[in-house]
């Protein structure tokens, strides 16, 4: 029986959601028994415990070194202290990368391991390499653009992509030029050219069970309105709404309708703006026909983001990589960007240069934005019809296609 590594980085939820996209693709294609071993950390860790409760035994805690979450995503300063100081109940980096090789090391001398997958974990990967197990690395960045941070990061940039050069295969979750959504992440060089693979992004293929349509779904039906979404970790979640109050308290936002996803299993959370400035739950807003300005979600079911997607006007995200594929790609829909770091601004800056969507800094860009989509919504319209027609969701199963070939020449 083969074993297979996965190791999943635990910063954000999206590689998490890759890495379980592909399992289960590569559950569909094998024709024969494997066992799989998971490992990561903090709410990934308890994330695959809830999702594979008869298999604990199969699913690591790994302490993998994390950036320190700061306002706005990771803070620079505190993680750069946390290389040899203790922050924020993190022990110093170079012990936490001693640890966590070491642990990492004796997960692979314990199972010998016959092909290693890893979504952005590259402890694992140099491990791979090392003991000449096949590894596949799972990305969309390599060598990415900076635009806040100083040119002194540039030399850890490298360093990164070196490791992750030393991966069998580099599997990138994106559609091949000229449509890859993360190009200006990525800045392959030469050398590792041959080892890259295209895939296509990670979309969830699962049909969703039609239910009868929810209260949230009734009360959105014939409305022009706008989809606002938090994801990511706390951070990130946290920035990226503190940005989006900011925009609602312009006076442009009076008549803006918006729906805000926050991501949060908070029920609590639900519940409806009137535009008499009053509050109420979805269901009462619903019976007593409430005309409406801002509803917010702590989640939505599947059923129900398909819907809001489907009837809004244009998105608003951070820039998140998987997101701006399923919305533009998957959905065909405008975007308004407001990037938390980086890797956000060189995905909104390729969507604006393609005209799939807006890029925004300030409060006013956003303000701006959306007046730029309404009037010109025929031309974004072209532009996503063209890019969604070359968009390729498959990259789950393209790269459980890969796994198993590789494991077949292992015979």
């Known amino acids: 029986m083969h074993k297979i590594g996965e190791f999943i980085y635990p910063w954000g939820s999206g590689h998490y959601s890759r890495m379980i996209r592909f399992h289960e693709a590569f559950i569909d294609l094998m024709k024969e028994d494997f066992e799989a071993h998971f490992s990561s950390k903090d709410h ?198 503190e940005r989006y109050e900011q925009v609602f308290h312009q006076e442009e936002m009076k008549n803006e309708k918006r729906i805000i996803s926050h991501a949060k299993n908070n029920s609590s959370i639900n519940s409806v703006l009137g535009k008499n400035g009053k509050k109420f739950s979805i269901s009462e807003a619903l019976e007593k026909k409430i005309d409406w300005i801002q509803i917010d979600i702590g989640y939505l079911s599947e059923q129900e983001k398909e819907e809001v997607l489907g009837l809004s006007k244009y998105a608003v995200v951070n820039g998140s990589h998987t997101v701006m594929g399923e919305i533009l790609g998957g959905k065909a829909k405008p975007i308004i960007g407001i990037p938390i770091y980086d890797e956000h601004t060189n995905n909104i800056r390729w969507a604006e240069k393609k005209n799939l969507g807006i890029f925004a800094s300030k409060t006013q860009h956003v303000i701006k934005g959306i007046k730029t989509i309404k009037e010109n919504y025929d031309e974004f319209e072209g532009n996503l019809l063209d890019f969604s027609k070359n968009f390729v969701s498959n990259g789950a199963e393209n790269t459980a296609k890969i796994a198993a070939e590789i494991l077949e020449e292992k015979r």
């Open 44 to 241: 990934v860790y308890h994330k695959l415990l809830d999702k594979f409760p008869d298999q604990q035994d199969k699913i690591h805690n790994i302490m993998m070194p994390t950036p320190i979450d700061g306002k706005f995503g990771p803070s620079i300063i505190k993680s750069m202290l946390n290389f040899l100081l203790p922050i924020a109940q993190n022990p110093p980096l170079v012990n936490q990368i001693v640890d966590y090789l070491r642990e990492e090391r004796k997960l692979y001398n314990k199972e010998n391991f016959d092909l290693v997958i890893n979504d952005g974990d590259m402890g694992s990967n140099i491990l791979a390499k090392n003991r000449n197990i096949p590894s596949l690395f799972i990305t969309n960045q390599f060598r990415p653009k900076l635009y806040k941070s100083k040119v002194y990061f540039y030399p850890s940039l490298y360093f990164i992509a070196k490791q992750i050069a030393k991966a069998s295969k580099i599997i990138v979750a994106d559609s091949p030029p000229p449509y890859t959504l993360c190009e200006f992440n990525l800045n392959f060089t030469k050398e590792v050219q041959p080892k890259v693979s295209y895939v296509g992004h990670f979309i969830n293929k699962k049909n969703i069970h039609k239910d009868p349509p929810s209260d949230l779904e009734r009360i959105i039906q014939d409305n022009d309105f706008g989809y606002w979404m938090r994801t990511g970790n706390k951070s990130t979640n946290d920035g990226t709404g």
